[in-house]
C-alpha cells in the first residue's frame, strides 16, 4: 500500500479534530442568520462575537478591529484594492516586495494599469529585503506599504517591527499579508504599528474560505464586498458562523508556546532532512537560509540535476505530497517569482527545486520516509544517466 | 535501459481481445505503465483498458508547443483539462511534461530547414523519433516505468530475442505505422498500444460504454502545433515568403505565387488558375518547383505526365529491426506518403546503408521530396527514409 504522507501544509492543512468537532456542532446546532433579532440569530451572534474575541486577543487588537472574510485573497485585494480608491488623490505610490503571494501582486498589477506606481523590493540570495531600499522607495506619494510578514516558498521573514516604526510618522498605510506566519509567530499589531494585516483559517488547521482583514481603528475604506451591513459594514454576506468558529477554534490551539514549539520542532525536521540527505551522498543546496529566525514549516531545497516535475512526479507516485510549484493550466510548472528573484532567471533552481512544508501532524517517519525517497529516487536517476553515458 | 524480459509472449494475429496486451510477466499491479495522453479518445481508451487490465497505470500529457500569450500567461489548454478530467475518472494520476525546448530543437527547426529548401517535410515523423518514443520515453523511465503506452494504430510483436516488431493496425484506414516508421526496436521494445488491435469505432465504443467524457471527443486534424488554423500564415511567421511566377514547363506565366514553400507536389487548391490551358478546363496542379528561378511548375490534369515517377532516392534510411536478412537487393511493398496504398518496389540499399534507390512496380504520382518512403514487408513495417529526389525513369523530376 502506499502511504499518504503530506508535506505541503504551506498549501493548507488538513483540519484538526477540535475544528472538526467545533464546526460539525455549529454546522448542526446553529444555523441561524446572526443579524436576525430572534433565538436563532442570537445564538449564531453569540458564536460570532465569542470568535472574534479570541481572534482579536491573538494578535492585541480590539474586538472591532477584526473583519472576517472569506480567506487570505480577499484580505489582501481588500487592503490594497481599497486603500488605493480612498487614498488616490493624497498619492499614487505604492510599496511592496517582489516575492510577495499572487493574491498581493495580482491587484497591484491591475492598479499599475490604472495609473499606479508600484516599487517592488528587491531581495537577496537569502530572501531578504534591506530597510535601506525600503527607506529609500518612501516618499511623499506612498500611499501605502504591502509587505509580508513571512514568506510562503522559502519562509524569509521581513523587518514587519522597523517597517512599521518607520511607517509610524508616514501618510502611507502599513498593510502585510500574515498568511503563513499567523499559526507559527506571535503577532502584536500594536507594537508593530500594523494598519491592516491578512490571516487565512486553512493555514492553521481550520476551515478553507475564512480568513480575516484587521484594520486599525482609523482606516477606513469602502467595503470590498457591497451588500448587507454585516461586519459593521465592512464586508457584506451572511457570516459563514461554523467556519468562523472553526476558525476561532484553531486560534484557541495555537497560543504562544505551541507557537514557539512548533517552530522548534520543524527546525529540527529542516536539520534532519539536511543530515540525511547529506548521508546519502545527495547534492543539494538550501533556497534561503537555515536560521532560528525564519518561518520554519516551509523547508525549499535544490536538488541538483533533477527537474522540479520528475522529482515532485515520483514523490507523489510514492505517497509523498511536496510542492513543486504552482501548475499552471496547460500542466507545465510555472517558474517560481520567488526563487526567481533571489536567484535570477538562469538559475538552474528556478527548474530543480522543491517546496517542503511541515504542519501540526507531520511526523519524524514522515521526515525519514522522505528523506529514504528522495534518496532512492535521486539514485536511479543519477544512475540511469550513468549508463546513458 | 530496462530490461528484457524473456517471459514475454505476444501473439497479435490470434484471437486478440479487446486491447489485451499478451504480456505475461510480473504481477500487472507492479508494472507501471505510462500512458502518453493527449486528451482525445484514443489515448484516453490507451489508459481505461490498461488500468482495466490491473496494471499500475499514471497519465501523461506533453506540452510540446508553447502557446503561451503576450502577457506570459500559460493558457488553459482545454486538451490537459480533458487529460485530468478523464484521468480522475478512471482512477490514476497524471501529470505534464514540458518539451517545447526538445520539440523546437529537435523537430520544428528540422520542419523550417526543409521547407526553406522547398521540401515537404512531415513533422509528425519526427516528432515520434524525437519526442513520444525518445525525450517522454526518457522521462516515463525517470518515474518508474515499465513500459509507457500511446493510443497510436499500430501492433507490435516481439520476436525471439525480445525484440519488438511493428505491425499495420488492424484498422487500415487508421494505420500510424507510417508516423512510427523511423524509431528502433529499442524504442518500442517497451512499448504498449493498447488499442491497434482494434478499428475506430470500437475504441469509441469502449470510451462511450465506460462513460469516459471524451468519448464523442472529435478527432484532432493537422500537424500538433499548426493544428487546423492557416498554415500559410502560420509559416509566414517563421520563414519569409519569396513570391515568384506561375509557369507552366513550356514558360507560359499562369500567374503568382505567394512562395513556393507554401506548394506541395501535386496540390491543386490554391493556385487561383482556372482552365484556359492546352486541356480546357482541365484542372491545374503542382508538377513541380525551380528554386533557382523561384518558379512554381504548373500543368494541367490529375494525370500529368510530371507527376508520375518510377523510382526515387531516399536518404536517413533507418531499419526498426536488423534488416540484414533481406541484403542490399530485395523486393518488398512501399508507401511514399501517409494514408495511400502500398506499391510494390524494389529496394537497392547503397554500400554503406545510409541510403537506397528504389524502383517502382507501377509509376506512383507526386513522390514528394521531404515525405517519408515507408518499407513493409507484408503487415510488417520495417523502416523508413527521406525522399530527396523522384526520377522518370533516367529523368530527375524537377520537385525541388
Known amino acids: 500500500m502506499v502511504k499518504e504522507i ?31 433579532l430572534y433565538q436563532l440569530g442570537r445564538n449564531s451572534k453569540r458564536i460570532l462575537d465569542r470568535s472574534r ?44 516586495t517582489s516575492i510577495e503571494h499572487e493574491a498581493v501582486l495580482k491587484p497591484l498589477k491591475y492598479l499599475e494599469n490604472h495609473g499606479f506606481r508600484v516599487t517592488y523590493l528587491p531581495v537577496d540570495s537569502k530572501g531578504n529585503i534591506s530597510l535601506s531600499d525600503f527607506k529609500k522607495a518612501l516618499d511623499d506619494d506612498t500611499i501605502l506599504v504591502t509587505i509580508m510578514t513571512g514568506n510562503n516558498e522559502v519562509g524569509s521573514r521581513m523587518p514587519i517591527h522597523e517597517i512599521g516604526e518607520i511607517l509610524k510618522n508616514h501618510q502611507a498605510w502599513f498593510h502585510t499579508d500574515a498568511v503563513q506566519a499567523y499559526g507559527l509567530l506571535d503577532i502584536d499589531v500594536k507594537k508593530d504599528h500594523i494598519d491592516m494585516l491578512s490571516t487565512s483559517a486553512h493555514k492553521l488547521n481550520g476551515p478553507k474560505m475564512v480568513g480575516f482583514l484587521y484594520r486599525r481603528n482609523g482606516i477606513n475604506y469602502p467595503s470590498f464586498i457591497k451588500g448587507g451591513d454585516q461586519e459593521s459594514k465592512r464586508r457584506a454576506g451572511t457570516e459563514n458562523v461554523p467556519g ?146 | 535501459m530496462l530490461e528484457v524480459r524473456p517471459s514475454i509472449v505476444d501473439s497479435p494475429e490470434s484471437n486478440r481481445n479487446d486491447g489485451d496486451i ?126 509507457i503506452a500511446t493510443g497510436h494504430y499500430a501492433q507490435l510483436v516481439r520476436d525471439d530475442q525480445g525484440h519488438n516488431h511493428l505491425l499495420r493496425a488492424l ?72 513570391p515568384g511566377k506561375m509557369m507552366t514547363l513550356d514558360g507560359e506565366v499562369k500567374g503568382k505565387h505567394d512562395g513556393l514553400m507554401y506548394y506541395t507536389i501535386g496540390q491543386r487548391k490554391g493556385l487561383g488558375i ?18 533557382s528561378r523561384n518558379v512554381l511548375l504548373v500543368g494541367q490534369r490529375y494525370h500529368n505526365p510530371h507527376l508520375y515517377s518510377t523510382s526515387l532516392k531516399a536518404s536517413g534510411l533507418t531499419w526498426i529491426n536488423d534488416a540484414s536478412k533481406y541484403g542490399k537487393d530485395f523486393r518488398c511493398t512501399a508507401k511514399f506518403r501517409y494514408r495511400q496504398r502500398d506499391t510494390g518496389v524494389t529496394v537497392h540499399v547503397s554500400d554503406d546503408g545510409s541510403s537506397v534507390k528504389v524502383d517502382f512496380d507501377d509509376p506512383a504520382r507526386a513522390v514528394t521530396p521531404g515525405q517519408a518512403v515507408v518499407f513493409y514487408d507484408g503487415k510488417e513495417c520495417l523502416g523508413s527514409a527521406v525522399i530527396d529526389a523522384a526520377y522518370n525513369h533516367a529523368k530527375k523530376l524537377q520537385y525541388v
Not at chain 1, 488538513?14 to 448542526?28: G, Q, W
Request: include cysteine.
Open chain 1, 6 to 36: 503530506y508535506l505541503d501544509n504551506a498549501a493548507t492543512t488538513p483540519i484538526s479534530k477540535e475544528v472538526l468537532a467545533d464546526m460539525n456542532d455549529k454546522l448542526k446546532n446553529v444555523y441561524g442568520n446572526a443579524s436576525t
Open chain 1, 53 to 96: 474575541h479570541i481572534i482579536a486577543q491573538s494578535i492585541n487588537a480590539d474586538d472591532n478591529e477584526i473583519v472576517f472574510t472569506s480567506g487570505g485573497t480577499e484580505s489582501d485585494n481588500t487592503a490594497i484594492m481599497q486603500t488605493a480608491l480612498a487614498r488616490k488623490k493624497l498619492g499614487n505610490h505604492i510599496i511592496t
Open chain 1, 244 to 389: 468562523i468558529s472553526g476558525f476561532a477554534t484553531a486560534v484557541k490551539n495555537l497560543p504562544s508556546t505551541e507557537k514557539k514549539h512548533r517552530q522548534d520542532v520543524y527546525y529540527q525536521y529542516k536539520k534532519e532532512i539536511i543530515d540525511g540527505l547529506k548521508k546519502n551522498q545527495i547534492d543539494f543546496e538550501i533556497n534561503g537560509e537555515l536560521n532560528r529566525h525564519n518561518l520554519q514549516h516551509v523547508f525549499n531545497i535544490w536538488i541538483k540535476g533533477i527537474s522540479t516535475y520528475v522529482m515532485q512526479a515520483n514523490l507523489d507516485l510514492a505517497g509523498i505530497a511536496v510542492s513543486g510549484g504552482s501548475a499552471c493550466t496547460a500542466g507545465s510548472i510555472a517558474p517560481s517569482h520567488v526563487l526567481t528573484a533571489m536567484y535570477g532567471t538562469k538559475s538552474p533552481r528556478i527548474s530543480q527545486s522543491i517546496r517542503i512544508s511541515f504542519g501540526r501532524y507531520t511526523t519524524e517517519s514522515d521526515i525519514q520516509f522522505l528523506i529514504k525517497n528522495i534518496a532512492k529516487i535521486v539514485k536511479q536517476i543519477k544512475k540511469r544517466k550513468q549508463e546513458e553515458v
Open chain 2, 22 to 147: 499478451y504480456m505475461v510477466e510480473k504481477d500487472k499491479s507492479h508494472t507501471r505503465v505510462i500512458v502518453g495522453m493527449s486528451g482525445g479518445v484514443d489515448s484516453s481508451v490507451s489508459a481505461y483498458l490498461l488500468k482495466k487490465q490491473g496494471y499500475d497505470v499514471v497519465g501523461v500529457f506533453m506540452k510540446n508547443w508553447d502557446d503561451t500569450d503576450e502577457n506570459g500567461v500559460c493558457t488553459a489548454t482545454n486538451d490537459y483539462k480533458d487529460v485530468a478530467k478523464v484521468a480522475n475518472q478512471i482512477g490514476i494520476p497524471y501529470y505534464s511534461v514540458n518539451f517545447e525546448k526538445e520539440y523546437w530543437n529537435r523537430v520544428f527547426k528540422y520542419f523550417l530547414n526543409e521547407y526553406k529548401k522547398g521540401r515537404t517535410p512531415n513533422p509528425d515523423v519526427l516528432c515520434n523519433t524525437e519526442i513520444k518514443f525518445k525525450a517522454f520515453l526518457d522521462y516515463a523511465i525517470e518515474l518508474g516505468a515499465d513500459y
Open chain 2, 171 to 242: 484498422d487500415s484506414n487508421k494505420d500510424q505505422t507510417y508516423f512510427l516508421s523511423q524509431l528502433s526496436h529499442q524504442q518500442i521494445d517497451h512499448v504498449m498500444f493498447p488499442i491497434g488491435g482494434m478499428v475506430k469505432p470500437k475504441v469509441r465504443k469502449i470510451a462511450r460504454d465506460a462513460g469516459l467524457y471524451v468519448a464523442n471527443k472529435r478527432d484532432s486534424m493537422g500537424i500538433c502545433f499548426i493544428g487546423e488554423g492557416n498554415f500559410k500564415r502560420f509559416l509566414s511567421n517563421y520563414l519569409p515568403a519569396k
Open chain 2, 274 to 291: 482556372g482552365g484556359g490551358g492546352k486541356y480546357g478546363n482541365e484542372p491545374w496542379f503542382v508538377i513541380g518547383k525551380d528554386l
